[in-house]
């Protein structure tokens, strides 16, 4: 596992360097999931896809790189789950309802606002997800992706595997900029996920190999870990 980490370590550090010096994203992106230039491009790629027109549910992270996709799928009507960060609370996410906003959904998608009204709901009441769109660092074209290396979206996956939320029929996308999209093989560990859909502001990339774990991998969760996660202390065997 710590060669995995570094190895990981190391193509996040080689990603956030190039976006950097490409003035894609902010200066300030090391260490995060960052926003990028053309997000909004991406996200109508996003929403062009039959999937997307066909889903009621999505699951997003609360990074501000996916706030478009938050807004979009609010204004076209879809139940929206948003991810508690670092799955501080009992209930882990965070739940939108555009029928029943009272500001607009540009203000309410912006995840200070998100934290301070909207209701938390553990898996137990919410409902079977269509879509998931991950935050990344990188990815590349068999599915394989990084997040910033907390470690959190995977968790937050295999916890809704698990809880039966999220099926082989809902697809996995992650938005990013194209120099996010690498050549590189991505060492992958038993809670990883692929991505089914990479979407770039010019382009939808349909990945292969799918791959997902069967729910929480128990046996790699220290005991840290899941003393900082009520959602995991919960449910631990």
Not at 103 to 132: F, H, L, N, Y
Not at 154 to 159: F, R, S, T
Request: with cysteine.
């Amino acid at each position: 596992m710590p060669d995995i980490d570094q190895a990981k370590m190391a193509l996040r550090e080689t990603v956030w360097r190039r976006l950097v010096d490409a003035r894609v994203v902010p200066p300030d992106s090391y260490g995060k999931i960052p926003s990028f230039d053309g997000a909004d491009a991406a996200t109508e790629r996003l929403a062009e896809l039959a999937a997307w027109r066909t889903a009621s549910t999505v699951k997003a992270n609360p990074d501000n790189a996916q706030l478009s996709v938050r807004v979009r799928a609010l204004e076209d009507g879809k139940l929206l789950y948003m991810a508690v960060p670092k799955m501080a609370t009992l209930e882990p996410f965070f739940l939108l309802d555009p029928t029943a906003l009272s500001v607009s959904a540009t203000e309410v998608a912006d995840k200070k606002s998100t934290a301070q009204t909207a209701q938390r709901v553990g898996v137990d009441a919410m409902r079977p997800i269509d879509i998931v769109v991950c935050g990344s660092v990188a990815v590349n074209r068999s599915g394989a992706r990084l997040g910033k290396g907390a470690g959190y979206s995977d968790l937050e996956v295999a916890l809704l595997i698990e809880a039966g939320l999220v099926t082989d029929e809902t697809v996995i996308v992650a938005p990013v900029h194209r120099l996010q999209v690498i050549g590189d093989e991505i060492p992958e560990t038993r809670h990883d996920f692929s991505v089914d859909v990479i979407l770039t502001p010019d382009e939808a990339i349909e990945c292969g190999n799918r791959r997902r774990p069967d729910g929480l991998v128990w046996a790699d969760l220290t005991a840290d870990k899941i003393a900082a996660i009520p959602a995991l202390r919960a449910r631990q065997r």
